[in-house]
């Protein structure tokens, strides 16, 4: 697969990029960033393969918020790990309404598959991240494709929940920063699944992490930090109705409220760090 | 003075707050990041002041650039140092040409005093810094104005280090990424004292780190990093200058040449663990 650089700056020993492609489940061109080690040089001489995270990022993001404000190069040197972070939907596309509002189309992908026209023809990031991205990294860069995990923020940690209990053997280790847990549930969720994929109920379970760990929790220990001072807590966020579920349903995890944090990429920053190395103990096993 | 807080989010345990306040020198408001650790609210209540640093940033940017992008508050709060960083030029002043290049006028004050109308009624960042925002920060912020740092990059780097050497006693520590440090002498120092200062080469001086170390050369251990990589290494820097004019003078010094770290804030968040540690040290003396 052609991958063209948009840059690269060394950060922290290692390699930040941003590269740019021709996305077919995405319609058009995509950008995407990916974190290389100090390691990964030594690795590619020695035919090794280092541990890959993925990072889904929220509402209104693209590649580059999570590459330029959460500080993850740091300790993703210090561990070995590299960090693919893909933009948070198609662009461009013109599609009616797609730039209308900062929670649904441009920015608000919300990491499904739309079945409602014409958001079906471009708005797949479900398989965007799932398939094409996870075979374009693996081809482009030397990660250990048995070595993955994922992990987002608000929109991106419903990505990372759903994402990582739909394909545990894959992505197997999950965490996420103030994640959207139940989406058919919270108005967020109602307007994103009512427009990509219409008022089928049974369609929307594949997409909701609440529901979806009801019926097939996995074996990892999913990390989960929430803000106490978040805005969208109580309206849209709700963490303990993914709490109630995993808990009835033997999913092992850890939901760590955090007082006096909100929303924002200096709560990301502040707790980044405890998410890499959740992964990278994970992956070691 | 008034002070009106634009912004506050709790960042690893402190708080990064953004603020307004109308300044005299600059003629107008002006916006300014505090970042105070968490050892903060503990030495308000004892009565006891923490060390600050002032960060002043390059061409184009604002306060925003550092507080978002570099990654201080980790270090700052572990070290319990209380980091400052004001914008770097007045704004909105309506003088003819201000918005027109990004090395002059908005976003690129160079840490001066102009002397030139219409740029002398706003344009005085030097005596915004050094009294205005010194003054500021002492009366709203617990800072102890006997133990302050001054660091900055690029445009900003110039900054630190001729307002270190004309304050020694007050800006007792100093640190660069990437300085412009000879002004007088590249196409950015030419252009921007050309306009606010006129022609008259002795005016220049006094804001030339190359030509005010040989004068007076301080007892701090100055810390720069440049890249090697830089695109504007051997035009606009050229840190060899200085480095030749403080050897002659006898000032302490430490040039660091990072192999292939280039000018942007990602060199910047890899090192600056290391120059928030050199401060602390400094000023723990």
Sequence with gaps: MELETVSKNRCFGGTQGVYRHDSKACNGPMKLAVYLPPQAEQAERDGRR????????GLTCTEENFTVKAGAQRVAAELGLI???????????NI????????????????LDA??????????????VTRELQALVAERFPVDTARQGIMGHSMGGHGAL??????????RSCSAFSPIVAPSQVPWGHKAF??????????WRQYDATELVRERPSKATILIDQGEADNFLSEQL???????????????????????????????????????RHHAAALKG
Tied chains: 1, 2.
């Excluded at 009616?96 to 990491?111: I, L, Q, T």
């Design 194 to 203: 009512g427009g990509y994929l219409g008022e089928d109920r049974a369609a």
């Design 83 to 93: 960090v693919v972070a893909p933009d948070t939907s198609p662009r461009g596309q």
């Design 96 to 111: 009616p309404g797609e730039d209308e509002s900062y929670d649904f189309g441009s920015g608000a992908g919300f990491y």
């Design 238 to 276: 709700r963490p303990e109705l993914f709490a109630e579920a995993a808990r009835r349903a033997g999913q092992p995890f850890e939901l760590r409220l955090q007082p006096g944090y909100d929303h924002s990429y200096f709560f990301i920053a502040s707790f980044i760090e405890d998410h890499l």
């Design 162 to 171: 759903t994402i990582h209990l739909k394909n545990p053997g894959t992505y």
């Design 115 to 128: 079945t409602r026209e014409p958001w079906s023809k471009a708005y797949n990031m479900y398989s965007y």
């Design 50 to 57: 280092l541990p890959v995270l993925t990072w889904l990022s």
